[in-house]
């Protein structure tokens, strides 16, 4: 909760809980008093949990990964895969080799799947790091089962099939090939079979029940073998969808998994920026580089420490998408004038000037001011907004 001056009162000012400092030191902080930091990224890892459990229940006949990659959607990897399996869940996605052994490091038993497979002589590594590749193409096939044959293994990986988003995944042709050799599928262990869909966000897109009827064309060829299909707006859209594994990423970070639906996930990181000053512009002055905002009347502009170089985009004070704003002392700050690298400037002339100061937080991001929403006004979406959140911020894990 935010006090009256903006200050979320639950948080605490300069000493950081032991677990939390834990937690945080593996984000190599540039600082861990959060009176010093640039900014306050409150992850509550709560609402993380929710969110899986909101997925996993409403699959009773699956399982529930996560999808962790580029650090769990910049939230931190390594907080958010043990919260996850704390609450019981074993299977990861990364996407990196080496985001695979960071997490093995941490969690050895779980099992981690690295989405952009094997590259070319590694295998080894993988087979050192206890790392499950997932096989995009015929020559990582190949690679993978000499691998295996040449010291008499059978290791597991992922069979990746593209059933018609053009990105990455073995042929559906190649797969039928793959189904019928006994020679390859003799020296690995093919421990899921996978697609991705294009148009999951929007549920009745025609191509959803395309790519779904090729998958099912090419798992009936591995009948034994487990089957994975849905990212988090497919998992949503479709309950109890007939296949083994779940792959939800950004609903777990509590952003919008649907494009023309509301949102049904609770919101994970709030982002407060601190007020550095509180200025008096006169009418007719301008604010920020370029002189693009000129005040209309005296106003009160508050100077926040923020900015492009956090993962503020210039576009979102531009209101191409509408004016954007800040949350603060109960009440929402237009921006004015243009975004810079480390600070951004907010119309608070709304707000009375005795509940202002120096030092206070404002919530750029979070419970007032939604991800989605701030990445429309950035022309984005919100895994991009997650994933360019600057390394300057102290982040806190809490579980309110
Ligand atoms: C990133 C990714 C996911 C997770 O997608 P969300 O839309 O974030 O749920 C699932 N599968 C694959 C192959 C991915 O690359």
Request: aromatic share 8%; hydrophobic share 45%.
């Amino acid at each position: 909760m935010l006090d009256r001056k903006g200050r979320d009162a639950t948080l605490p000012t300069s000493a950081v809980p032991p677990v939390e400092r834990a937690a945080a030191a593996w984000q190599t902080l540039p600082t861990e008093d959060p009176a010093l930091a640039g900014g306050i990224l409150d992850i509550n890892l709560k609402a993380l949990v929710e969110n899986w459990r909101q997925i996993r229940d409403l699959h009773p006949n699956a399982r529930t990964s996560a999808v962790v990659k580029a650090n769990a959607y910049g939230l931190g990897m390594i907080p958010v895969a043990e919260a996850l399996w704390a609450e019981g869940c074993r299977t990861f996605f990364v996407a990196l080799p080496h985001e695979g052994e960071e997490l093995k490091k941490h969690l050895p038993r779980a099992e981690v799947f690295v989405l952009a497979g094997v590259p070319r002589g590694e295998a080894g590594y993988f087979h050192e790091h206890g790392l499950t590749p997932v096989l995009n193409t015929w020559e990582e096939v190949e690679e993978w089962t000499a691998y295996n044959a040449a010291r008499e293994l059978r290791l597991p990986a992922a069979v990746h099939v593209d059933t018609g988003m053009n990105r990455l995944g073995l042929s559906p042709g190649e797969a039928r090939r793959l189904s019928g050799h006994d020679n390859l599928l003799r020296n690995f262990r093919p421990c899921l079979l996978m697609s991705h869909l294009a148009c999951a966000d929007t549920p009745g897109h025609e191509m959803n029940g395309r790519q779904k009827a090729l998958f099912d064309e090419i798992r009936a060829l591995f009948p034994s073998v487990p089957t994975s299909l849905a990212n988090s707006a497919a998992a949503i859209a479709w309950p109890n969808w007939e296949y083994d594994l779940l792959r939800p990423g950004i609903a777990l970070y509590g952003g919008n998994p649907f494009s023309e639906r509301s949102n049904p996930m609770r919101a994970v990181a709030t982002l407060y920026a601190t007020v550095l000053q509180v200025r008096e512009v006169r009418r007719g002055e301008s604010v920020g580089y370029g002189a693009t905002w000129t005040a209309k009347d005296d106003s009160r502009i508050a100077i926040i420490g923020v900015g492009y170089a956090d993962g503020l985009f210039r576009r979102v004070a531009e209101g191409v998408a509408g004016p954007a704003h800040v949350f603060v002392a109960g009440q929402f700050a237009p921006y004015v004038g243009r975004i810079s690298m480390d600070l951004a400037a907010v119309d608070v002339s709304a707000i009375a000037p005795d509940v202002l100061e120096r030092g206070m937080r404002v919530e750029v991001m979070g419970p007032h001011v939604s991800v989605d929403e701030l990445a429309c006004w950035a022309g984005t979406i919100a895994y991009e907004i997650l994933t360019s959140l600057g390394p300057r911020f102290t982040r806190l894990y809490t579980s309110s």
